[in-house]
Each structure stands twice: as C-alpha cells, then as structure tokens.
C-alpha cells in the first residue's frame, strides 16, 4: 500500500472496531449486519491482496544470476575439453565450434545463454565415446543441461513478479473504493439513527470515520 492507502486501512480498521465495540446496538438490525458482513470481508480480502503487492523480485534476480554462473561454468569445461581433444586431433574447426569463455556467458543477453551453450553440449554428447579418455561423462553432460533449464525458467520471472504485483495494486485500489462506497453510501446513513438515541456509538463511529494523517 502505498502513504494514502494505510491512511484509509487505517480509518476502514478504527471504523470496524468501533462497530466491533458496540455489537449489540446494531446486530438485531437485519441491515446492518449485512453491510458489517460485507465491510469485514472487504477488509479481510484487502489484508490479503496487499500481500500480493510486494514486487520484491531480488531473491529470484540473484537466484537467477547464481544458476546462471553455475551453468558458464559447467558450460565452459565441457568446452575446454571439447577444445583439448581439437587440439589433439588438429581439428581446428571443432576446436572453433567448441570454444566457449565464462565471461561472455555472463554478460551476454539472457536469451542468448541456451544458443551459445546447447551446440557445445550437442558436440560433447556425439564425442563421448572419443572423450572418454579426457574424462568427459554423460552425467557431466546432462548435469549441465538441467542447469540450463534451470536457468531458462528463471528467465523473466522478476517482470512477472512485478506484473503481478502491479495487477494486485490495481485490484487493492477497486477494493478500496468498494470500502469507501460502502461506508459513504450505507453504512455512514445507517448509523444516523444512533446520532440521537446512543450518542457514544454515534461519536465514536464518527471519530473512527476521520482519516488521519
């Protein structure tokens, strides 16, 4: 919530008290325990809903960025032994398709990390049986791909995060008018009839009514 709305919570949760403390002067009015019914799930769905709005989405960026850092470096040894049996072989060209720096894979756009590293892994899978001299493994392989697909369902999850966050706000704004809505329209034209007959309830609800600053 941001500085406006805790005013509002703050006044919807003094208003909801002050009914709480006088129970019995308004529950035998069929009305009224409608709208109290209808102002207390409001303020028990609003309570939920600014949870929702939280778009801290740190913890995912630095997960992200850890997986990432943990599939370069995978990624980057399969390459050096991929380079290391070229080298043996004179095969300059393999040696080309299999080279691979940690830099590059961290720097690079998101995107791009799974179409500089999946060729690699392709090229290690169809020389296992070459590189087992240089103790490359199959589980090496495949421990290096689920790593990448780690990585590609992190992909996007901060932005989510703050769609989502965003889409909460909107929702915690709607709920907020419906509060007000209620209370001006109903419950505020309810409680006149106590202005008169239990001034204490009337001048405490009007108290609790007051936005404060």
């Known amino acids: 919530m941001n500085q406006d709305q805790n005013k ?4 919807y949760l003094a ?10 002067r308004w529950n035998t009015i069929p009305v009224m325990v409608t709208v109290k019914n209808e102002l207390d799930e409001l303020i028990q769905r609003i309570q939920e809903k600014n949870e929702e709005t939280d778009a801290n989405s740190k913890g995912t960026t630095e997960q992200k960025e850890t997986v990432r ?14 380079q290391a049996y070229a080298a043996f072989n004179d095969d300059k060209v393999l040696a080309g398709q ?7 894979l961290l720097t690079c756009r998101e995107t791009d990390v799974e179409a500089a590293i999946r060729p690699v892994l392709t090229l ?8 087992a001299d240089f103790m490359l493994t199959e589980a090496m392989v495949v421990e290096t791909e689920t790593s990448l697909d780690s990585f590609k369902a992190l992909i996007g999850q901060p932005r989510t995060i703050r769609n989502q966050a965003f889409s909460a706000m909107s929702m915690l704004e709607e709920m907020m008018d419906q509060v007000d809505a209620l ?6 034209k309810l409680m ?22």
């Open 15 to 24: 208003t909801q008290t002050a009914l709480d403390n006088h129970t019995p």
């Open 183 to 188: 209370l001006k329209q109903k419950m505020d």
């Open 69 to 82: 850092r943990g599939v370069a470096e995978k990624a980057v040894s399969i390459s050096g032994i991929l």
């Open 8 to 11: 509002h919570m703050r006044m």
């Open 124 to 131: 290690a899978r169809n020389l296992l049986t070459e590189l």
């Open 192 to 213: 006149i009839r106590f202005e008169f007959t239990d001034q204490p309830f009337f001048e405490e609800y009007t108290r609790a009514r007051v936005i404060v600053d």
């Open 98 to 104: 299999a080279k691979l720096i940690k830099s590059d």
